[in-house]
């Protein structure tokens, strides 16, 4: 409860009680009668303007400035104990605030009373009311207020604390995973200017390489020789292909929807993952059903499949296993991609969170906990859906549904 101390000579001191709200409920509604409803209203308009990312000395000062507007004749001000002491927020009738850590109990000694009332749920907080003339602080309307005031300033005190306390720690992380990202961003940047680089001599090992195997074979050289730049040509068309993908797939361009096979799509993706599923042991088997293009941006759904190609070989990366892609039309309109691993699956309890922006179960620093829910936003905006179940006994498995194409074309 609000504690109100007041010593006969104005100082503050220790005195008895003093609250409007302890009182008889008939004397409460007949103080309630005497505060002019435009003071409450003021007081409760101000508090909910104030935002939670706003300063708490601000926040202060902004309820202190209204209720020195209302009560014209006080002196208003407020103690907040803080690690570099207390920090005091004072306003008087000429408008003019103060804000510092001053020594002193009292804040208005050159007032002739003083009242101090505790802030609720604060301890040692204080809001401090001066008048010169003593009587005014007993005025009904000006307890009742008062006292209304210590609780909305109690109110805001616990939000601000709790925005620069407890999330101190949140803000923190995300903070440093907003800084990998961009790192992450800087580093696409500087591959694909070398991917780019890289283009140009790998269209002239191809081109030679190829050369070469064909003049060999029509002069009928060394068959040994033949296969050994027939593989080269392989090797630098399959290092070409990939590059070319992952630039196209890395540009930036323009969003527009067009008719997509998702076979394509899908083969792509495990061009990129490629090394990745190879270094932890992962096979992959292919269920390609009879189906129609859907309608999105290719880009786009490559990075889909290739975020949840990449989770399930981590998800495999101890033991191996096996990738499961299938494809089908479970209905007319839609194109269903199910995916399916035997990695160390995902408990009941933190299924429903993995789509949660920053939620990640990796916890040596391969995961921001944005991927999965980058995914889910690229397949809502496709007007599809995505789903996550455990695969039983061992795995995972995510249902991706897409709609096809307005006008499908040959299917694949």
């Given at each position: 409860m609000t504690n109100v101390r007041l010593s006969p000579d104005g100082a503050i001191g220790p005195s008895g009680r003093a609250r409007s709200s302890e009182a008889p409920s008939a004397e409460r509604l007949s103080l309630a009668r005497e505060v002019p409803p435009d003071w409450l209203d003021r007081l409760l308009m101000g508090h909910a303007a104030l935002l939670p990312t706003t300063p708490l000395l601000e926040s202060v000062e902004s309820l202190l400035a209204?209720?020195?507007?209302?009560?014209d004749d006080l002196a208003i001000g407020v103690?907040?104990?803080?690690?570099?002491?207390r920090q005091v927020v004072v306003r008087r009738p000429d408008r003019v605030s103060q804000v510092g850590t001053p020594d002193a109990v009292r804040l208005f000694p050159e007032h002739e009373g003083e009242r101090a009332i505790d802030i609720p749920g604060e301890p040692g907080a204080t809001l401090h009311v001066g008048a010169h003339d003593r009587e005014r602080l007993h005025h009904a309307a000006v307890l009742l207020y008062v006292d209304r005031l210590a609780e909305v300033l109690g109110s805001v005190i616990r939000v601000q604390r709790a925005m620069t306390r407890a999330p101190s720690t949140e803000v923190h992380r995300l903070q440093d995973q907003v800084i990998q990202l961009e790192k992450l961003a800087s580093l696409g940047q500087m591959v694909a200017g070398i991917v780019h680089e890289i283009n140009n001599p790998l269209t002239s090992i191809v081109a030679y390489s190829d050369y070469l195997r064909k003049k060999g074979e029509r002069a009928g050289s060394d068959q040994a020789d033949?296969?050994?730049?027939?593989?080269i040509n392989?090797?630098?068309?399959?290092?070409?292909?990939?590059s070319r993908d992952l630039t196209e797939y890395s540009r930036p361009?323009?969003?527009?929807?067009?008719s997509v096979p998702i076979h394509d799509v899908i083969d792509r993706a495990l061009v990129f993952c490629e090394h990745e599923l190879d270094q932890t042991g992962v096979m992959v088997e292919r269920n390609f059903g009879e189906i129609h293009p859907v309608r999105g941006v290719a880009g786009q759904l490559t990075q889909v499949f290739v975020n949840l190609f990449t989770n399930a070989a981590h998800a495999m990366r101890d033991q191996g296993g096996l990738l499961t892609i299938t494809t089908s039309m479970p209905t007319a309109d839609e194109v269903l991609v199910i995916i399916t691993d035997d990695?160390?699956?995902?408990?009941?309890e933190t299924l429903p969170k993995i789509f949660d922006p920053f939620f990640t179960t990796k916890v040596d620093g391969r995961g921001t906990g944005l991927g999965l829910s980058i995914v889910r936003s690229i397949v809502q905006n496709h007007g599809g859906r995505i789903l996550?179940?455990?695969n039983s006994p061992k795995g995972t498995v995510f249902n991706v549904a897409l709609p096809i194409a307005a006008t499908p074309d040959e299917t694949e």
């Open positions: 209204i209720s020195v507007d209302v009560l103690c907040i104990p803080g690690v570099d002491g033949v296969d050994r730049l027939a593989r392989e090797a630098a068309e399959r290092i070409l292909r990939f361009r323009a969003v527009v929807p067009a990695g160390h699956g995902i408990d009941q996550a179940a455990s």
